[in-house]
């Protein structure tokens, strides 16, 4: 049953979170987590008009958002990133992944998340190259202000002692001008649809910013 969600996951990032977070318990599951995926199949079948629109002639602009829940498994307290690319207005890549290291405060949870849509970031831009498209910088949205100043001032580096320094060529690029660090709002952040579960409200308005619409055959 995760193998066949997983699967999905390739174009219902919707799910992406949830799917992840069971894919977890698959060497040992319990009840609870067999309710949780026939929940999740249950969701599908009232959903199954979603899907992912791509419409003609949009631009090429390439924006990256980051998100993270600090400590958010209950198991081992790690934290979850999520990143999710667009080009112009289509979602190009996502995903959701829980951290390696275990971070110590929410800013260092969110750093290792925009270092990793740094990474994405840099891929896409080596990637439209081929297609004769060359991008100046390409900006990660971020509702964390600790990350935005800690990415462009390195007098505040005693506060991230805990990350790997593999984390820390975020500011090498952003000083380099490779990508830019910009604000947005928490409710605005789309990256948040896979990094925790969400009200309902919540849940659908970042949903539709996915790009995922509703098809009427």
Known sequence: MIGSLLYLTASRPDIMFSVCLC????EAPKTSHLEAVKRIFRYIKGTTHLGLWYPKGT?????????SDHAGDYVDRKSTSGICTFV???LTSWFSKKQTALAISTTEAEYVSAGKACQQALWMKQSLIDYDVRLDDVPIMCDNKGTIDLSKNPVQHSRTKHIKIRHHFLRDNVQKGHISIEKVPSVDNIADILTKPLKRESFNYLRL????????P
């Open 59 to 67: 631009g090429i602009e390439t924006v990256v958002y980051a998100d």
């Open 23 to 26: 894919a977890r318990f698959q």
């Open 209 to 216: 910013g996915l790009g995922m619409m509703e098809h009427i």
């Open 88 to 90: 112009g207005c289509c």
